[in-house]
Each structure stands twice: as C-alpha cells, then as structure tokens.
C-alpha cells in the first residue's frame, strides 16, 4: 500500500527514544511492532509503502501512529516565532513527528525505562513481549506484540525481575495492580486536562514527573508536557540563563511555548543531537 506524504523522516522519528520496537532493514526500510500489528514502512517518492501482517484499516492506523495528520507546520511556525535557536534550525526538525502509541504499553515500557538504557529497556520490552504477548508471523518472522492488561495482570514481581527489571519490579506490579482496582484509568486520562492528569498518575507509587510525562506525551500526545531529565536542566539553564530548577524551568518552557512546549523540548534535543553527528 502506498501513502502520498508531504514530509516524513522516519528514521529521526524512529530513533528519537520515543519507542522500543523498531528494526532498520538493509533494504533502508523499517519494521515496527506497534499495538496490534507489525508493519515495515520505506518511504519512496513521496510516498510511504507499507506491508503489515494485518491490512485492516492499514492507511488509517499508520497515518495515526506516525500522526501525519497533525498540522506540524503551522505549529513548527508558531514553535520558531518563540524562539530564535528554533528560528534559525527547524529545518533540522522537518519530517520529526510524535509517535501516537497505545497508552497501557506507554504506561509500563516509561517505568521499565527509569534510569535505564535504550538497549537495555528494548531487551526487557522485547522479552515480556515474547513471553507474555500475541505472536505475530510476517515476513516469514516471528514478532510479539506488547502485552495487554490481560495478559500481563497475573505476572509476579519474581518474574518481572527474571526480565532485567530490576528494582522496577515492585512498581511494575503496583502499577498492575492500580489498574486492577481503577480499569477506566488510563481511558479517563482524556478527559483530564494536563495538569490533571500529571497529578494522577504521579499519585501512582513508582512513577515520577518524568515518566508520567512520557506517558502523556508518547501516549497521549499531549504536547504540553515533556520529562524533565538532566539533559534538558542543562540545556534549558544554560542557553535560555534559566536557573537550573525543575520548577522553575518548567514554568519558563510553559510560559514560552504553551501548548506545544513538549514538542519544543523533543526539538531542541533533536538539533543538537544532528549538530553532533
């Protein structure tokens, strides 16, 4: 299947942090397992071939997943008109886009990621899956897809530990249990408004501002909201003469960017990071 674009770069939107389940083909195309279904995606021409292992509904699922129907340019518009770092690179953030991911899936990997490596928090996504979620055949491959409520809802603290979880463990199967004891949580996100919504799920026992903001902002895609990590501290205070307060520097990318302040942070990250390759 075949989908017209106007700009995509898949790869820096792929390799961002923002997912665990990706896989660069040597034909330049790329495979990615996300909710309920393996797809391989290439962009050729303007356009977006893709093959998945379930066709249903495939043009409106990847076009949701990669959200490319988000206006991204009237937004990069009003992000750069803040800004002049932003002003003088969002070229470098063309094609970037937000991942639109499944929430439950969002909810568990952004606690298994804390104080964690991309490569070490791919391996624990990527054993639970085989254990505990759906097998997937395509392309003569066998892939699993994330584990849902019901199928991870029984896991003990024993087992998630025998995944490379770690100290994780205990908050993972609190986490289970919360939505054992409220199921329409993570469905009642959407109607809380940001601040809302960072107050529950912080009230959850092993989750912080940092990962609950992941969870809203790769989950959700609440723009508005972005994890306060040392890297950002650093960047903020030392190029906007922001002291270095989690409070404070959240209140100064609010009161700059407003409602696209998360989107702002994933690009400033994104231009330093091509500045150094």
């Known amino acids: 299947m075949k989908i017209k674009v106007k700009d995509i770069n898949i790869y820096d939107t792929l390799f961002s942090g923002q997912c665990f389940r990706m896989i660069k083909e040597e034909d330049n195309s790329y495979t990615v397992v996300i909710k309920d279904r393996v797809i391989n995606i290439k962009e050729e021409n303007g356009y977006l071939v893709v093959n998945s292992s379930n066709e249903e509904d495939l043009e409106k699922v990847v076009k949701n997943y990669f959200d490319l129907d988000f206006d991204y340019e009237s937004v990069n518009s009003v992000i750069a008109s803040k800004e002049d770092t932003l002003r003088k690179n969002i070229n470098l953030c063309k094609g970037y886009k937000i991942l639109r991911q499944d929430a439950f899936e969002m909810f568990i990997t952004y606690i298994i990621s804390q104080n964690n490596n991309v490569k070490r928090i791919s391996k624990t996504v990527e054993e639970l899956s085989k254990s505990y979620g759906t097998k997937v055949t395509f392309n003569d491959k066998d892939y699993y897809l994330f584990p849902t409520y019901g199928q991870l809802k029984d896991i003990s603290k024993e087992e998630l530990r025998s995944y490379g979880v770690g100290f994780r463990d205990e908050y993972i199967r609190f ?26 799920l912080t009230s959850i026992k092993g989750i912080g501002t940092k990962v609950a903001s992941c969870i809203l902002l790769f989950g959700y895609h609440r723009l508005d909201t972005y994890p306060i990590d040392t890297w950002v501290r650093k960047y903020v205070s030392t190029n906007f003469n922001v002291k270095d307060d989690i409070k404070v520097i959240s209140k100064f990318m609010k009161e700059t960017f407003g409602e696209y302040s998360g989107l702002a942070i994933q690009y400033f990250f994104h231009i330093e990071r091509n500045k150094s390759n």
């Not at 289970?176 to 107050?199: G, H, Q």
């Open 175 to 200: 986490a289970l249990d919360y939505l054992r004891d409220n199921p329409k949580f993570l469905v009642d996100i959407n109607n809380m408004s940001t601040d809302e919504a960072l107050k529950a």
